[in-house]
């Protein structure tokens, strides 16, 4: 399944705090989107605030954007040169939702996910980078284990 969106990372030293929201097709026609467990949680908590704020409150706006604020996981990065860094990446708090119309699927799970990547700078100067990855993902409700692996093109702030 490929998908396209945006990884965020907050780094902390050599730990990260992980975020992701990508969006693309799957494989049976429809759309797949993984995002966080607290984006999604978010996204549930919006859906339920009318224009007056009414049905839940205003106080849960605010919870709604904490939540936004949760990490999918985290990361820790080990500095192999000025060129090259590997990332083990652990997200515990992910969230994939799937959706077709023929046949009518709407489906989705929270999930966990443990990855390896290897950043190598291919434009230092613009701290552009390239990374292949590989991975696990576990979707909790169904018990279903599942491989990914891709390659990613991205800037880091500091390398």
Not at 91 to 101: D, H, T
Request: glycine share 12%; proline share 4%.
């Amino acid at each position: 399944m490929e998908s396209f969106g945006l990884q965020a990372y907050y780094h902390i030293d050599r730990f990260t705090l992980n975020y992701q929201l990508s969006v693309g097709p799957n494989l049976e026609g429809g759309i797949y989107v993984h995002a966080t467990g607290g984006m999604a949680a978010a996204g549930f908590i919006f859906s339920r605030i009318d224009s007056t704020q009414r049905i839940i409150g205003g106080g849960m706006a605010v919870v709604g954007v904490i939540c936004m604020l949760i990490p999918e996981g985290i990361g820790y990065e080990i500095k192999q040169s000025e060129k090259l860094n590997a990332d083990i990446i652990l997200n515990p708090l992910g969230y994939e939702y799937w959706k077709r119309k023929d046949p009518y699927l709407e489906e989705w799970s929270l999930s966990a996910t443990a990855m390896f990547r290897l950043k190598y700078m291919i434009f230092p100067k613009q701290n552009v980078f390239l990374a292949p990855q590989a991975g696990v993902s576990y979707m909790y409700k169904t018990g279903l284990l599942g491989f990914k692996a891709g390659i990613m093109i991205g800037i880091h702030p500091e390398f």
